[in-house]
């Protein structure tokens, strides 16, 4: 896989915790990669791609199906560049996080487009001012615990 650098988009799915590193490892030689799909071998299964970070420099769709292992430190990896970063498309499936993922994911600043399925199993989620400037569209999907969603004013500005 990792011989493949020139490579823009991929797919892979079957994906197993132990399988992790060998691929993160052939993820981070694909430069020009700007669609990245990642999907574990089941909903239970959990993903270490934390050597995935920092993120393809060109990446700009991101779906990733399984359990993260310390997503906010894959997602939450745009801290220092995040203004800069092409990622636009965010699509969590299974995750399952006990923690809001949203501090994690709002550092992407140039974001248009967040999918969240199954991805989060609190009972609240907050937005707050300024997170989200370019998102247009939003999807939260089959979170049965989530009872409370606080939008505060000044988020998702340009949601349609």
Request: overall charge negative; charged content about 20%; glycine content about 6%.
């Amino acid at each position: 896989l990792g011989a493949l650098r020139q490579i823009r988009s991929i797919r892979i799915w079957g994906v197993k915790g132990s399988y992790c590193e060998c691929l993160c490892e052939s993820l981070r030689k694909m430069e020009f990669l700007s669609n990245l799909s990642i999907t574990a071998s089941d909903e239970e299964e959990i993903l270490h791609l934390n050597d995935l970070n920092p993120l393809p420099p060109n990446l700009e769709t991101l779906s990733l199906g399984g359990r993260l292992a310390q997503a906010d430190l894959l997602l939450g990896a745009a801290t220092a560049d995040g203004q800069n970063h092409p990622l636009c498309s965010v699509l969590l499936y299974w995750s399952q996080q006990e923690e809001d993922p949203l501090k994690s994911l709002s550092r992407w600043s140039n974001m248009t487009k967040l999918v969240l399925t199954r991805a989060y199993v609190g009972v609240q989620l907050v937005f707050l001012q300024g997170w989200f400037p370019s998102l247009k569209e939003l999807s939260l999907r089959d979170m049965p615990h989530l009872t409370q969603l606080n939008i505060h004013q000044g988020t998702m500005t340009s949601l349609q």
